[in-house]
């Protein structure tokens, strides 16, 4: 532009001054564009669209809880299959005085066997303890006997007991292992149908929320567990001094196959002693103990040969391999409430009080003054017994 310009101030200025000689000739310049020539825009950049994150993992407890969820909505809708469908597909369950269970189909077929037994059944939590991937769970169920229940007929009449179980959880949130302890004489008890002069617990209430108990692992928890395991410990060394050491003067304690708790020291005592009398070879296993603030759980096996007098039953010497559970209430050291439970059947059965179900029945006994009739033979009948 400036070359423009003064091209053109030249020429007029020029001829103003009179030369007499031409001017010089104007350079021939080149037209310049006001407007800078448009450039072109790079494409633009290419990005994939980022993804979302992927939602956070649930917490153990979350899956812990939906599993839990899952069961009771299964319960209440007696459907079987859903129950069991919150265990592993090689979870094991075990109770006390019957064989185990592993598998989901086992697992269904023995809920279906409880719902088809007892109709409008109902249950409940009252108490729940929880530590890492361990929840125990104190429950009730109550309904009404209207099916088959250990081979006793129906009789129609209310029912209902108090048990609990420990159940372990893998990571996926499913039941990995199951140990369940309930009185299954205590139903038996109120359909009439327990060994004579035995009384039947009163049919529990039914909790309407449960309480909630977290462990802490804290030195109370340790000292608490302590006291637990010299209480047990004085079963083998036959020391009942020892034992109701570890307990408040007002102790109650409330074992699930007797119809009442007992309380005091005294009568601490003198079911220790008739214990170890009956049973002098007496050992108490701890096979499990946690702590939960106040409360202490142990698991354990009880043996002992059948020596002596128990519960007004008269010495056997058959040996017993009991299974229980107690949850014990410590304060300031001392045990101020205990609560066991253990399946009473499994020692009936083993002292030969009452047929084991799970075992098919004896051959019927040959008759007086001859022998058993012969199988009948196929398309035929028996012959019958010579005389």
């Given at each position: 532009?400036?070359?423009?310009y003064?091209?053109?101030?030249?020429?007029?200025l020029?001829?103003a001054?009179?030369?007499?000689?031409p001017?010089?000739?104007?350079?021939?310049?080149t037209?310049?564009?006001?407007t800078?020539?448009?450039?072109?825009a790079?494409?633009?950049?290419?990005?994939?669209?980022?993804?979302?994150?992927?939602?956070?993992k649930?917490?153990?407890?979350?899956?812990?809880?939906?599993n839990?969820?899952?069961?009771?909505?299964?319960?209440?809708?007696?459907?079987a299959?859903?129950?069991?469908?919150?265990?592993?597909?090689n979870a094991?369950?075990?109770?006390?005085?019957?064989?185990?269970m592993?598998?989901?189909?086992?697992?269904?077929?023995?809920?279906q066997?409880?719902?088809?037994?007892?109709?409008?059944?109902?249950?409940?939590?009252?108490?729940?303890?929880?530590?890492?991937?361990?929840v125990?769970?104190?429950w009730?169920?109550v309904g009404?006997?209207?099916?088959?229940?250990?081979g006793?007929?129906a009789t129609?009449k209310p029912?209902?007991?108090?048990?609990?179980s420990?159940?372990?959880?893998?990571?996926?949130g499913?039941?990995?292992e199951e140990?369940?302890?309930?009185?299954m004489?205590?139903?038996?008890?109120?359909?009439?149908?327990?060994p004579?002069?035995?009384?039947?617990?009163?049919?529990p209430?039914?909790?309407q929320?449960?309480?909630?108990?977290?462990?802490?692992g804290?030195?109370?928890?340790?000292?608490?567990?302590?006291?637990?395991?010299?209480?047990?410990?004085?079963?083998?060394?036959?020391?009942?001094?020892?034992?109701?050491?570890?307990?408040?003067?007002?102790?109650e304690?409330?074992?699930m196959?007797?119809?009442?708790?007992?309380?005091?020291?005294?009568?601490s005592?003198k079911?220790?002693?008739?214990?170890t009398?009956?049973?002098?070879?007496?050992?108490?296993?701890i096979?499990n103990i946690?702590?939960?603030?106040?409360?202490?759980?142990?698991?354990?096996?009880?043996?002992?040969?059948?020596?002596?007098?128990?519960m007004g039953?008269?010495?056997t010497?058959?040996p017993v391999?009991?299974?229980?559970?107690?949850?014990?209430?410590?304060?300031?050291?001392?045990?101020?409430?205990?609560?066991s439970?253990?399946n009473g059947?499994?020692?009936?059965?083993?002292?030969?009080?009452?047929p084991?179900?799970?075992?098919?029945?004896?051959?019927?006994?040959?008759?007086?003054g001859g022998?058993?009739?012969?199988?009948?033979?196929?398309?035929g009948?028996?012959?019958?017994p010579?005389?």
């Open positions: 532009m400036r070359r423009m003064a091209a053109l101030i030249l020429a007029v020029v001829p001054c009179g030369d007499e000689n001017p010089p000739k104007t350079p021939e310049t037209a310049v564009s006001a800078p020539p448009a450039t072109v790079p494409p633009p950049a290419t990005t994939e669209a980022t993804p979302p994150p992927p939602p956070p649930p917490t153990l407890a979350e899956l812990i809880q939906k839990n969820d899952t069961f009771v909505q299964g319960m209440m809708a007696r459907d299959k859903k129950m069991a469908s919150v265990y592993a597909e094991v369950i075990k109770m006390a005085g019957m064989p185990d592993t598998g989901r189909e086992a697992v269904a077929q023995m809920h066997k409880m719902f088809d037994a007892w109709s409008n059944s109902k249950g409940s939590a009252s108490r729940i303890w929880m530590k890492g991937d361990v125990i769970t104190e009730q169920m009404t006997h209207s099916g088959d229940f250990m006793v007929k129609e029912v209902g007991w108090q048990g609990i420990v159940t372990w959880y893998g990571e996926d499913l039941r990995k140990h369940t302890y309930a009185d004489m205590t139903p038996m008890a109120q359909i009439g149908k327990a004579k002069g035995m009384k039947a617990r009163a049919v209430a039914l909790a929320k449960p309480e909630i108990f977290m462990s802490k804290d030195d109370t928890e340790n000292k608490n567990m302590e006291t637990a395991k010299v209480a047990f410990g004085a079963f083998e060394k036959k020391d009942a001094n020892a034992f109701v050491g570890t307990m408040a003067d007002n102790v304690w409330d074992d196959t007797q119809p009442v708790a007992s309380k005091g020291k005294a009568e005592k079911f220790f002693e008739m214990m009398k009956a049973f002098p070879d007496t050992k108490a296993e096979k946690w702590a939960f603030g106040d409360y202490v759980i142990v698991e354990e096996v009880m043996t002992g040969t059948h020596k002596g007098d128990f039953i008269k010495a010497k058959k391999n009991m299974h229980g559970i107690d949850v014990i209430q410590v304060k300031d050291g001392k045990a101020v409430h205990g609560w439970y253990m059947a499994e020692m009936a059965m083993q002292l030969g009080l009452m084991d179900p799970t075992k098919p029945a004896p051959a019927p006994a040959a008759p007086k022998s058993a009739p012969a199988p009948a033979p196929k398309g009948t028996a012959p019958a010579k005389k």
